[in-house]
């Protein structure tokens, strides 16, 4: 199993099944390369850092995104018991190592939402320009981040140590060559994966038919703020928490539908780049959202001055109003995507599993 | 002097003193008609009415602005002692009767949002759905505006039977028929008038460029929240207060040069679709505007609870997204008008004062 380019021939007789296992060759190769990076990062790093992560985790949450995706998709050739057990071990590391860059990237979008909306630069002069609440509000967010950084930090730290994690890094390392894959892996790649991939994109479809992406495309239309989408009657609409949480759970649905995708697309050896916007925005969307909440958190602090109050108040609807912004730009880029899941196998060159493609470690 | 078409031929001929004098004749006449059913109509109101002014009001309201908004487009006609006067008075009684209504407009803007916002609806949940101080800051507002209004209401009252309106009264009985004209009103119509009328849509168009109207046509620019306009270096920038006047003040500009040219469009019997529409536009930003305001002046009540104040916090930043779509509106209808004062020069017919053109009442 090698990387380089099969010959025609070769190529033109490939199983489902050589096609994957050169992929998650690929990625397991590279998990394997950035676990002791990451390991060493987050050991190094004194609970404070940048807010991008550090090119180890980076290098490991993209690997462990996408085998977990490729197991997902093309679960059906794959030993059922090893592909689920490797999923759930996936999620549990990709929840892990994004805990730690997650609040930093939070910290770094709400204290700068404040920073902007407490401005008094005469370019961008906020409508809290110099509250007295501002500055406490600041403080408050910044600690409760903080600690909640700390928090996660610890957690990562005693899980990178884990019995889990090694068990995890054993399963990656047999996937280098070895995917244990059933029998209908050996039909060839076409007629094998095709309908996986075509059931990943009708996935897509009906995740975003779910959505009121029409009128998410009118702008100001209140999406984010004012008319939240309907709670199903089971979960009752009583209170705000819920009422959020029922109108986000579809958004970050759609988003992981987009990143399914765009990984079924880069096993083709075709890059969307509509797609890879879209999940940028999904990821805005999805950020934005959970500051939101973190913000409403913060408010109900109890023993905060009314000024503290009111600024988180401000800063919250700042950060649906964000949310609102990254729906209406999905709304706008939708109907540019390939329409249901035909659309989106045309993207799929002919040929694609016909010749050797290259897959995508970045 | 009557309403009724002139024959072509004396139309020909008309001066610039007919033209005037027969408008203003008619609008004096609406005032002088309109003012005691406005009188009475404030005298039976127990304080607590509609949100749309009364009939009497509205077109006493209607009446006086196209005066004021005539007398200082076409100033130079005029006695101008008698017309610097007559503006001043019919701005006091202007902004004396727009008051209550003011006050009920804002209160409903203000109730009626934060009712969505905190709406448990299904079809229609807001982001307080349920929050404790929803009903409180709802309290607190209703009270503030009706106190407010009931003061309005009492100024108004005694206002309403004061020597000053009697006097301006008198004035408008003056108006019928009677302008007090100067000399260069005898020039033909079109001599006089037009050079008047493209000096108010040059300022139209000047107060027009001082806005960053194309950024406002980009949706969720942050305009109204995020990046309100340079404070003047003279009135510092050090509070939010100074800073949002200092935004909203050449929009309230532009919202006055706006209805001055629709007067001016109305003298030539034409109207224009889209300046009403901006009109209407320019008011919805306004009223969002000041109704911010009272929100953000609520939340310095003293005592209350933060829970009050966080909610006043979201309705603040929810009027000002209203200012920002507002603007949004006006960035984007603006390139549809006629650019420059030219450009609305071609909207008057060439012979806007060869013949007679009935002036509307309405």
Redesign the interface.
């Known amino acids: 199993m090698t990387e380089a380019p099969m010959t025609a021939q070769a190529a033109s007789t490939a199983t489902a099944g050589d096609i994957l296992s050169r992929h998650l060759t690929v990625q397991a190769g590279a998990f394997l390369r950035a676990l002791p990076l990451a390991v060493g990062e987050v050991g190094a790093r004194p609970g404070t850092a940048s807010t991008v992560p550090s090119a180890g985790t980076s290098d490991l949450l993209r690997a462990v995104r996408r085998i977990g995706g490729l197991l997902h998709t093309f679960g059906s050739v794959f030993e059922q018991t090893w592909a689920q057990e490797s999923r759930t071990e996936l999620r549990w590391l990709l929840n892990l190592l994004a805990l730690e860059p997650g609040y930093l990237r939070r910290s770094a979008r709400l204290l700068g939402?404040l920073d902007?909306?407490s401005?008094?630069d005469?370019?961008?002069?906020?409508?809290?320009?110099?509250?007295a609440g501002a500055p406490k509000a600041r403080a408050l967010l910044d600690r409760q981040l903080t600690l909640a950084r700390t928090r996660a930090h610890s957690t990562v730290l005693q899980e990178l140590r884990s019995a889990r994690l090694h068990a995890l890094a054993d399963r990656m390392t047999l996937l280098v060559g070895e995917a244990p894959l059933l029998d209908s892996a050996d039909g060839r790649a076409p007629a094998v994966l095709l309908p996986q991939a075509a059931a990943a994109f009708a996935a897509l479809s009906a995740g975003a038919q779910q959505l009121p992406l029409q009128r998410a495309a009118t702008?100001?239309g209140?999406d984010?703020?004012?008319?939240?989408?309907?709670?199903p009657?089971s979960r009752g609409?009583?209170?705000?928490d819920?009422?959020?949480a029922a109108?986000d759970a579809p958004w970050a649905r759609l988003r992981i539908l987009v990143k399914r995708a765009r990984y079924v697309l880069e096993v083709c050896g075709r890059a969307s780049s509509e797609l890879d916007g879209l999940d940028a925005v999904l990821d805005r969307q999805q950020e934005a959202a959970d500051a939101?909440v973190t913000a409403a958190t913060a408010?109900r602090t109890p023993r905060?001055?009314?000024?503290?109050?009111?600024?988180?108040?401000?800063?919250?609807?700042?950060q649906?109003?964000e949310v609102?912004?990254a729906r209406?730009a999905v709304g706008r880029r939708w109907p540019d995507l390939p329409p249901g899941p035909d659309g989106w196998l045309e993207l799929v060159p002919a040929d694609a599993w016909g010749h050797s493609v290259a897959p995508r470690t970045v």
Not at 237 to 240: K, L, M, N, S
Not at 304 to 318: F, M
């Open positions: 939402a902007l909306l401005g008094t005469p370019e961008g002069t906020g409508m809290l320009a110099g509250h702008p100001y209140g984010g703020l004012r008319r939240l989408g309907a709670v009657a609409a009583t209170d705000a819920t009422a959020l109108d939101a408010a905060i001055t009314p000024a503290t109050a009111y600024v988180l108040g401000v800063v919250h609807a700042d649906r109003l609102e912004s209406y």
